[in-house]
């Protein structure tokens, strides 16, 4: 249930921001994004994304007794407002002041949904997140608005993929941490450069209530991909002077994002959600060439310099054994100087007998590809074999 702590009528939301209203007074009992569940008395926010429009759906919302958020007021129960997203995020600010949680922001080109898990592991029942991969303009002011009153900690994980996409956050929220786990060349497509990359995520450093409480992950790159993540994580848990449910020892990475299955004496290390270039390196960097292989998918949205990057991947990891697979990994295969590498076309051409054998010789097979190369699929020839 979405709602606003303090906000109990049409009028007072009314007031609260600075809008015109039409039609009684009436009672709102939550807030409601879809116009297919919204019910009488919910304020129904109509969202505006790439490939749906909200305010299509508001006499429909009207219609079923809600109250509308709207910059072209209609004729009942409507609440008027210059910028209906400024507006959201306004009362998203209201609602943690309300509940009085710590609000703690994490951005970074990698690593953030690692880092949040890490600290609603360690936190344990007082701390609310995001769900699943809620990240992005909508998915944050959810998060946001989800939270009850029985949290102490509220940890939002923000996603950026154009220049100013968190403008309006560091216009209206206040946090009491901000993490930004690094900067690395994704989303160039959209970005065009890591500058405007560095820039976007920087924004959310206004938000804070105090600035010295900004935990920067760039400074931490001495350490490795694993003692980066505990370092924050016990960073933000020293500074809030958390009393925490879990030791951050305990952590068991979720699928996709490092998860570690032990199989036939040997270890498939899941890291198939998502890749760059940066996040590769950084989380294969724990394991050794000794007894790690390598078996990767295409990298996507790294604009013009997306064939270079694949060959200097390769190039990097020389002396680890390396399977590839992708139209990129395809003709990067041809220009990179690794002697190790090899290319397997589907789930057909992938060599489960060889990893199955690499396994049982106690290895690690370490599994990593942007979304569109659907990685997990091959792990899971190997698990269903």
């Given at each position: 249930?979405?709602?606003?702590?303090?906000?109990?009528?049409?009028?007072?939301?009314?007031?609260?921001?600075?809008?015109?209203?039409?039609?009684k007074d009436i009672a709102i009992d939550g807030i409601s994004f879809?116009?297919?569940?919204?019910?009488?008395?919910?304020?129904?926010?109509?969202?505006?994304?790439?490939?749906?429009?909200?305010?299509?759906?508001?006499?429909?919302?009207?219609?079923?007794?809600?109250?509308?958020?709207?910059?072209?007021?209609?004729?009942?129960?409507?609440?008027?407002?210059?910028?209906?997203?400024?507006?959201?995020?306004?009362?998203?600010?209201?609602?943690?002041?309300?509940?009085?949680?710590?609000?703690?922001?994490?951005?970074?080109?990698?690593?953030?949904?690692?880092?949040?898990?890490?600290?609603?592991?360690?936190?344990?029942?007082?701390?609310?997140?995001?769900?699943?991969?809620?990240?992005?303009?909508?998915?944050?002011?959810?998060?946001?608005?989800?939270?009850?009153?029985?949290?102490?900690?509220?940890?939002?994980?923000?996603?950026?993929?154009?220049?100013?996409?968190?403008?309006?956050?560091?216009?209206?929220?206040?946090?009491?941490?901000?993490?930004?786990?690094?900067?690395?060349?994704?989303?160039?497509?959209?970005?065009?450069?890591?500058?405007?990359?560095?820039?976007?995520?920087?924004?959310?450093?206004?938000?804070?209530?105090?600035?010295?409480?900004?935990?920067?992950?760039?400074?931490?790159?001495?350490?490795?991909?694993?003692?980066?993540?505990?370092?924050?994580?016990?960073?933000?848990?020293?500074?809030?002077?958390?009393?925490?449910?879990?030791?951050?020892?305990?952590?068991?990475?979720?699928?996709g994002r490092g998860k570690i299955i032990k199989i036939m004496g040997?270890?498939?290390?899941?890291?198939?959600?998502?890749?760059?270039?940066?996040?590769?390196?950084?989380?294969?960097?724990?394991?050794?060439?000794?007894?790690?292989?390598?078996?990767?998918?295409?990298?996507?949205?790294?604009?013009?310099?997306?064939?270079?990057?694949?060959?200097?991947?390769?190039?990097?990891?020389?002396?680890?054994?390396?399977?590839?697979?992708?139209?990129?990994?395809?003709?990067?295969?041809?220009?990179?100087?690794?002697?190790?590498?090899?290319?397997?076309?589907?789930?057909?051409?992938?060599?489960?007998?060889?990893?199955?054998?690499?396994?049982?010789?106690?290895?690690?097979?370490?599994?990593?590809?942007?979304?569109?190369?659907?990685?997990?699929?091959?792990?899971?020839?190997?698990?269903?074999?």
């Amino acid at each position: 249930m979405y709602y606003v702590a303090g906000l109990k009528s049409k009028n007072e939301y009314a007031k609260f921001l600075q809008g015109d209203t039409t039609g009684k007074d009436i009672a709102i009992d939550g807030i409601s994004f879809d116009s297919r569940t919204v019910k009488k008395n919910e304020l129904f926010i109509p969202l505006e994304g790439k490939n749906f429009s909200g305010s299509s759906f508001v006499d429909e919302a009207i219609r079923k007794g809600a109250v509308v958020l709207s910059n072209a007021c209609h004729s009942n129960n409507c609440i008027q407002v210059e910028d209906i997203y400024s507006s959201l995020i306004m009362l998203c600010q209201k609602h943690i002041e309300e509940l009085g949680v710590k609000l703690i922001l994490i951005t970074g080109s990698y690593g953030k949904t690692t880092i949040k898990d890490m600290l609603r592991h360690s936190i344990g029942s007082a701390c609310h997140t995001n769900k699943l991969n809620e990240n992005n303009e909508f998915g944050i002011p959810f998060t946001i608005l989800s939270c009850n009153p029985h949290s102490d900690y509220l940890v939002v994980e923000c996603g950026a993929r154009n220049i100013g996409d968190f403008d309006y956050l560091a216009e209206h929220l206040k946090s009491d941490v901000f993490i930004l786990t690094d900067v690395a060349a994704v989303h160039l497509e959209t970005f065009r450069t890591i500058k405007n990359i560095e820039k976007t995520k920087l924004t959310l450093k206004k938000t804070l209530k105090e600035k010295s409480i900004f935990i920067d992950g760039r400074k931490l790159n001495h350490l490795n991909y694993q003692e980066k993540n505990n370092h924050i994580v016990e960073s933000v848990i020293s500074k809030l002077h958390i009393a925490t449910e879990k030791n951050i020892n305990s952590y068991q990475p979720s699928a996709g994002r490092g998860k570690i299955i032990k199989i036939m004496g040997g270890s498939i290390i899941d890291q198939t959600y998502n890749s760059s270039p940066s996040t590769l390196i950084a989380t294969v960097t724990p394991y050794s060439n000794k007894n790690t292989s390598l078996i990767l998918g295409d990298m996507a949205e790294l604009g013009e310099s997306e064939l270079d990057d694949h060959v200097k991947v390769l190039d990097h990891f020389h002396e680890y054994k390396v399977w590839v697979t992708g139209p990129i990994f395809k003709q990067a295969v041809a220009k990179t100087k690794s002697k190790n590498v090899i290319y397997f076309e589907n789930e057909k051409e992938f060599p489960t007998a060889a990893f199955r054998l690499l396994l049982q010789n106690n290895e690690n097979l370490y599994f990593k590809g942007s979304r569109s190369s659907k990685m997990e699929r091959f792990i899971k020839l190997l698990l269903n074999d």
